[in-house]
Structures are given as C-alpha cells and as structure tokens.
C-alpha cells in the first residue's frame, strides 16, 4: 500500500473511531446528542495524505501511524463492546448522572488501556529483572536473525535488518556496524544511517578489540575515543564480531540516558548478534576470495588460450621462415654448385684451364654453402648453448649485437635445455629491441644471476627509453611474455623516457639441477 493512501486510510479509521466514541457517548449518556458531526474528522487524514506525497518523512511515518490508529480503534471497539455487553446485562439505558460516570469510567478504560500498551515494554523488562525472568526478547531477536542467515538475503539487507531489530527491540537511540578495514574500523550499516568518520586502532592489535569482548564507555574512552565522540548523555555498548579470534567489526548500540541501563541480557543478545555477524562477514570475505580466485583462473586460463594461438602461429612462422630461408641461401647455393659442377665436366675435355678455374670457384662456393647452414642452424638452436651453456652463447651475441654489449654473469652453472634456450632467445630479442629503439650512442648490459629457485636474466640499455603505459607490449615483448609463461616465468618492463629501458626476466629453476659448465 502506498503512503498516501495508508494517510486516507488512517482518515477514515480515526473517522469511525471518532464516530464510534460519539455513538458510545449517546448511548451511555445520551451526549451529544447528533453523533453524526463527528464523523466529519476523517478529512484531518486528507491533510497529511496530501502532504504525504510531498514530504519524505511524513510518507515514511504513515506504516506506523495507521499501525496506532488501527491499535486504538480496536481498544475503543473492545471497550465499547464490553460497556455494551453492561448496560444490556443490566437491563436499563444509564441516564443523568449515571450515565456520565459510565461514559467517563469508559473513556478512563480506553486511556488506561493505551498508557499500559505505551509503558508495557518498560513494565515487562523491569517486572522481569525484579523477578529474575528472561522475557525472551533478546533470545527472539537473535533467533530472527539467525532463520535469516540460512535464506539467500543480500549481507547488507541482512545486516540492516539486524540493526533495525536491534533498535527496535531494546529501545536504541542508534544501532551501528562498523567493518574492519586496513587497521580501522569503517562504518558500514547502520539504523539511523551512520554519519561519522574512520576510527584508527592506531597500531592496537584487533584481537585487544575481540578479547575485551562487550565494552562500555570506561573501556572505549582508553582504547577508542573516537567511538564515544558525540555521545556524552548515552548509554553505549560494543561488542566485536569476530570468527576465529579474528576480528571482523564491532556492533556499537547507543540508548538514550532517559532510558535504562542495559541489562545483562540484552548484553548477551549483543554478543550473540555480534557472533553470527562474524560468521557472516568471516564466509562474505571467503565468498569474496574464492570469486577473486575464480576470477583470476578464468584470466590466466584466457591468457593461456591466447599464448597457445600465438606461439602456433609463431612456430608456423618459424617453419615458414626456415623454408625461405633454405630456399633463398642454402638451396640456391647448392643450385649453383650442381651448375658449376656439370660446367666443369664438358670444361674438362674442352678447356682444361677454365675447368681448373671453375673447381677453384666451386670450393670457394661450397665454403660459402656450409657458412649459409651453420648460420641457418645458429638461429634455430645455437651450437655454443648447447655446447658450452648460457653464458658463453651471450658473449657470442654481444660480440655481434646491434649495440655495445657486456655480459655480467654469476657463476650460474647449467640448467635445463628449455630454461637455458628461454633465457637465451628473450636476451636476444631484448639487445635486438634496444638495437632497434635505444638511439645512437646507446650500450647494453646483460645480467645474468640465480636467485633462490630462479634464473633471473636483465637487459639494461642506455637509451631513449619509452612510456611503458602508453606504448603497451608490442610484439617483441609479447613473444618474451610467451615463452617465460610456458616455464612459468614472469616477464618485467621498466622504462621512462630519456631513462632507458631495463627488462627483467624470471625463469623457476631447481637450484640443485644447476652443474658447473
């Protein structure tokens, strides 16, 4: 039901109420005599119906105001009922005096019936703490919420509805949840809504906050003043939620000092409250990790895929490319030599001289051919790495890197043939790169060195450098990234403009596998 027609609803019921008393008056006393007027109070609810729909406090008093008038008509209606059921059993309709104190001895019943319905919480809470009695109330509400944690409720509805009953239910001024955040206590949820600032623990351990278990304002003012600020004419109490002795939050609850203490039990439904809050929060953050990890594993699983399609099509290239090349040196070369060779042989009976000439040619050829297939079998595996290990094949590439190179290399011994060949091809792509990008005058540095259960190799250049954020990976680095990601390596880029450009590499090694060259 909307709010303003809650409003007209709350017209019309305070209208028969109206009407009723004034039917009951008549009847009792024979006062007033036209009852009907009073039936004209029901337009007092078509002011606040209007204004309902203008005014966000007045729309959200109307559920409670129609909840008391409807409490009240039924008082008036049982009292009525009950003086009906008098004067019928009596026999006489009360006139004159008689009927005045019966009309006034009904509207006392009315009226003492409300006070008692105002004042009963306060009556059943003291009448239970003279008699030692547990109305239940607290138990009630931790029951509530915990039928609510086994339904699918959103945690912020759920811990908002906790806060709610807790105001509701022990008469609080405020009813707060604070969340632990990077050793400060954030406020999170609260009825009314929490309008205060971050409290530091200021260095305190969290589990000082779970250990000193409900607290009062003496305890607070020493470890968490700020806590207190504001609520000097207060009655305030904090319990921490907790899960394992690990901190969570805490529950602050604030009742005026107008009002009683709190009690013993209603410290223990805090407690309870607080602990089931734990739990809750404790699972959420477990929710939250368990997601962050899935979500993590679905990213590498992608990254995966991607690299698997990129290093298929890499090896396709590189087939392609070793075709080219054999077809456009190596094959032409031996082309050549098969042609020398038959022209040598009808030179022979012909022109002896230009025979001797052209098998001279052919061995300067064949010299050249073997040249042009070591070269070819360098680029696909170098003979020096696997002969003579890591080290030795980088001085062989800085001899001939497009830039000045030095080799800065620990005793790092030997590895396996995939970590050695990773590290070797991702050196060599990073001096072809500065070659490329680093500018003239530019000189690298290759570092070579093993650290705990890692081969970590770095290129450092001098030159121009780049904006790393801005430039992205291009292919180069991509193709690093592949390869150290095949052995679970990592791959770094740092670089700033006119700062130069180091690239990092990692490679996961079995320390005890590595062997003296």
Known sequence: MRPGARWLVWGAVIGALGLACALAAHALAGTPSQPWPFA??????????????????????????????????????????????????????????????????????????????????????????????????????????????????????????????????????????????????????????????????????????????????????????????????????????????????????????????????????????????????????????????LDEVRRQADEIQASRGRIVAASDAARRQIERNLHDGAQQHIVALAVKLRLARQLMDRDAERAATTLEELSGDIDAALQELRDLAHGIYPPLLADKGLVVALESVARKAPVPTSIDAHDIGRFSPEAEATAYFCTLEALQNAGKYAGEGASATVDLRLEERALVFSVTDDGAGFDVGAAGMGAGFTNMNDRLGALGGTLRVESAPGKGTRVTGVIPVDPDAAVDS
Not at 51 to 59: D, E, F, I, L, P
């Open 40 to 293: 004209a109070v029901a337009l007092i609810g078509v002011i606040p119906s209007v204004w309902s729909t203008k005014s966000r406090g007045v729309a959200k008093a109307a559920p409670r105001a129609l909840a008391a008038a409807l409490r009240l008509a039924a008082v008036v209606a049982i009292v009525a009922a009950v003086y009906g059921v008098i004067v019928l059993a009596s026999g006489k309709v009360p006139s004159g005096s008689d009927g005045t104190i019966l009309a006034w001895s009904a509207l006392a019943a009315v009226v003492a019936t409300v006070v008692y319905r105002l004042a009963q919480r306060r009556i059943d809470a003291g009448a239970a703490r003279m008699a030692g009695v547990d109305v239940g109330g607290g138990a009630d509400i931790a029951r509530a919420f915990g039928a609510r944690m086994s339904r699918s409720i959103p945690l912020e509805e759920l811990v908002l509805q906790a806060a709610e009953s807790l105001r509701s239910a022990l008469q609080l001024s405020a009813a707060e949840v604070w969340t632990l955040d990077g050793g400060a206590l954030r406020p999170w949820i609260g009825d009314p809504d929490i309008d205060r600032r971050a409290v530091s623990l200021a260095g305190m351990d969290p589990a000082t906050v779970v250990q000193a278990g409900v607290s009062g304002p003496g305890w607070m003012q020493v470890w968490l003043p700020d806590l207190l600020a504001g609520r000097d004419d207060t009655y305030t109490r904090m319990a921490p939620m907790a899960h394992a002795g690990e901190l969570q939050g805490v529950i602050v609850m604030v009742r005026p000092v107008t009002l009683q203490p709190f009690g013993p039990d209603e410290e223990r439904t805090l407690t309870e409250i607080a602990r089931q809050l734990g739990v809750t929060l404790h699972n959420a953050k477990l929710d939250s990790a368990l997601q962050a990890s």
